[in-house]
């Protein structure tokens, strides 16, 4: 049974008024007039969860709303894995969020569509420390590692995971909206394979079981090391754009101390998707998934969209020793100037 | 003797070799990989099955290493004679060696600067609460309940977060066992603030949440969403990234165990 439109307003509702009791009710229903719980973890709470951040995203939430909101999805998430049955004699794989990657309910969405489709599932939780991953596949007999990125700030993350459990001989499978929509990520970051969503995932592992991969093709995202020199230099870069962006955007020199640190951040942000797109050499990162976000954020919460264009001008300003980095930033203003041309 | 004509009453899905034994599936599983220590038949589906004979198998392994033995050492002399024998005693090399392992571990795990923190002779502390984990790991290997791993992974994990591990161990310990004592989920969120507090990072509300905050909800949808906080790059935040995520989850586990029962209770 397809989930309409109108159920998943129906859920967003629920956790807009933050009734956990409602939305559990919404979703048992739904299990009980035969939909499978795959379909409603993809159909439903990802789905509502998308609308979550983009009313975090257009300002009609808060950052506690939208906190609430992904507890309560999760809280239904966890009622759904009561009903799952667990299947026997089955292999076992290790789900986890990459280093640093905080935003754990789609890992968990995944782990539990797997645990559906028959596959004994350890759950990490949020961020786990590389290392620890690297020394936790050594320990269990594990039969794949499934790495979940949400926010493209955190391949990096997701890139010492894959070799962490690759370096144990366990081939590692990434996922999540952070690798972007096809493969060309995951095989810069050298992953084994992609999925686009939990049951691709489940699919792609079981095929596995037929033909295992061959573990760990090398990397061919790291052209050279501009995106790590990019992350050392980064508090430096953010100093001195601040200095390019009080000549260039007069308004700052009126901005209080909690502004002016807001400012530091977005700066740092638009490094962290640039250090993202070099590392994967995926420019889609920066110009097609960051830049327009970053312009609905700021101008949904009253700045105006120019603040863009200036904010890349002050960093392409202080970037000489970063080509790759100095021809992306031209190719976001270029971009951003035939968007304000066209709109 | 392993033929696919074996009475069906002695063979069995590998999940109740797990059930009878106490070891989990993962584990069996390397087990039989590593060591040959299981031989299973295949079903015309070509599901594994095992036999009470493997049951034996496992049983006496775990015999050896309740009396010492290293789960290797055992498992390989247990496959290669190819039933339950009487139990050894373990050889004194056998010993020596899993202690130099154990200590050997524990050296390879200190953070970079911690071999010169105590005096000369005085292992570091790392060091020896490490090796007292290797040491329980002997016991705790023998019988893994669910998430044994787990477990084990969190206590290197705080055991390797350098010379405050033992607080940090400490504080992990009493959160967990909080955890399953909570009656409510206030509770459980109530421990896991108390853990951040110790940890040495604060909390905050996330609707006043800055740079410095840890995007993680420690309220699970009870109350206002609460969010840890501690400076980059401070030993806090090393302890928190270290420790946190699990934490969360072990108390999300607890969480959704008390509203399971209150969904049948009421």
Request: glycine residues 8%.
């Amino acid at each position: 049974m397809q989930i309409t439109a109108a159920q998943v307003e129906r859920f967003v509702d629920a956790l807009a008024r933050r009734d956990r009791k409602a939305a559990v009710r919404q979703a048992l229903g739904l299990l009980e007039a035969g939909t499978p719980i795959q379909d409603i973890v993809q159909g439903l709470l990802a789905r509502s969860q998308a609308e979550v951040g983009r009313r975090w995203e257009t300002n009609q939430w808060s950052v506690a709303d939208e906190h609430a909101a992904t507890a309560i999805t999760d809280a239904v998430l966890g009622v759904l894995a009561w009903r799952i049955e667990a299947a026997e004699d089955q292999d076992h794989v290790v789900v986890t969020c990459a280093e640093g990657e905080w935003h754990s309910l789609p890992a968990r969405m995944a782990a539990e569509v797997l645990r559906l489709h028959g596959w004994e599932v350890t759950f990490l939780g949020a961020s786990t420390p590389a290392d620890h991953l690297r020394r936790f596949v050594a320990e269990v007999d594990t039969f794949g590692v499934v790495v979940s990125c949400s926010v493209p700030i955190f391949l990096g993350g997701a890139l010492r995971s894959v070799q962490a459990a690759q370096s144990a001989g366990v081939p590692v499978l990434v996922g999540g909206r952070g690798l972007g929509p096809d493969e060309l990520r995951a095989m810069r970051l050298g992953a084994d394979g992609w999925a686009p969503d939990p049951v691709a995932a489940a699919d792609l592992l079981g095929s596995w079981r037929q033909q295992a991969p061959a573990v760990g093709r090398r990397p061919a995202g790291m052209l050279d090391a501009e995106p790590l020199e990019l992350e050392a230099a980064r508090p430096e870069l953010v100093e001195a754009a601040m200095g390019e962006l009080f000549l260039r955007f007069p308004p700052l020199a009126g901005y209080s101390e909690a502004q002016l640190s807001r400012s530091r951040e977005d700066l740092g942000y638009i490094l962290q998707f640039l250090e993202a797109a070099l590392l994967t050499d995926d420019p889609r990162i920066f110009l097609d998934e960051f830049l327009p976000w970053l312009t609905r954020v700021l101008t949904s919460r009253g700045l105006p969209a120019a603040v863009v264009a200036v904010g890349l001008e002050a960093l392409g300003a202080v970037l000489h020793a970063f080509p790759r980095s100095r021809q992306l930033i031209a190719q976001g203003r270029q971009l951003a100037a035939d968007r304000a041309a066209n709109g | 003797m392993h033929s696919q004509d074996e009475d069906p009453k002695t063979t069995m899905p590998i999940g109740e070799v797990s059930r009878r034994t106490g070891v989990t599936v993962p584990t069996l599983r390397a087990w039989e990989r590593r060591y040959g220590l299981l031989l299973p038949v295949r079903t015309a589906g070509g599901h594994r099955r095992y036999s009470d004979e493997d049951v034996q198998r496992v049983l006496a392994v775990l015999e050896l290493t309740g009396q010492g033995w290293g789960v290797g050492a055992a498992a390989r002399r247990v496959a290669s004679r190819g039933s339950a024998a009487a139990p050894a005693l373990p050889p004194a090399d056998e010993l020596r060696d899993r202690l130099w392992s154990a200590l050997d571990q524990a050296l390879r795990e200190l953070p970079p600067g911690t071999e010169a923190a105590g005096p000369p002779g005085d292992p570091p502390p790392t060091s020896r609460t490490e090796a007292s984990a290797g040491a329980l790991e002997v016991s705790g290997s023998s019988r893994q309940s669910a998430g044994a791993a787990t477990v084990r992974q969190r206590r290197r994990t705080a055991a390797a977060a350098g010379h405050q591990d033992l607080e940090l161990l400490q504080a992990i310990h009493e959160a967990t066992r909080g955890l399953l004592y909570i009656t409510s989920t206030r509770e459980a969120s109530e421990i896991l603030i108390a853990a951040v507090h110790r940890l040495g990072g604060s909390t905050i509300p996330a609707g006043q949440a800055d740079s410095w905050a840890l995007p993680i909800d420690l309220s699970f949808g009870e109350g206002e969403p609460v969010l840890p906080v501690a400076e980059p790059l401070s030993l806090a935040r090393m302890h928190l990234e270290q420790v946190l995520p699990g934490l969360v989850e072990d108390a999300r586990r607890a969480v959704q165990l008390l509203r399971r029962s209150e969904d049948l209770d009421g």
